[in-house]
């Protein structure tokens, strides 16, 4: 059993950054690969960016490749989403979430889920 707290949202200018942090509980974080998802209002749930087990492979969305980065820290049981250059349309509810499988993009693979942190980018 894994929990997931996420923390990190706001509210900030577009171009500008933020840095979410998802904090686990749990022994066996190093065992589970990790994904970043968001929800905007009325529209469905959409990957962002995940990461396995170990740090080495890393994969994003198109819409924001190059702009976000994703990284953990296995001792400190946290994944990390560095976000830069944002813009209006990132605004969403942000989800971490972990999988014992491979990395995915599908959030249906994800066994895992945190409550969400608002991000709100103003134009």
């Known amino acids: 059993q894994v929990q997931l707290v996420e923390s990190g949202g706001g509210l900030v200018q577009a171009g500008g950054s933020l840095r979410l942090s998802c904090a686990a509980s749990?022994?066996?974080?190093?065992?589970?690969?990790m994904g970043w998802f968001r929800q905007a209002p009325g529209k469905e749930r959409e990957f962002v960016a995940a990461?396995?087990?170990?740090?080495?492979?890393?994969y994003y969305a198109a819409s924001v490749k190059g702009r976000f980065t994703i990284s953990r820290d296995n001792a400190k049981n946290t994944v990390y989403l560095q976000m830069n250059s944002l813009k209006p349309e990132d605004t969403a509810v942000y989800y971490c979430?972990?999988?014992?499988?491979?990395?995915?993009?599908?959030?249906?693979?994800?066994?895992?889920w945190g409550q969400g942190t608002q991000v709100t980018v103003s134009s």
């Open positions: 979430a972990a999988t014992l499988k491979v990395v995915a993009t599908k959030p249906a693979t994800y066994d895992y």
């Open positions: 749990g022994r066996t974080f190093g065992s589970y690969a």
């Open positions: 990461i396995s087990w170990s740090g080495g492979y890393t």
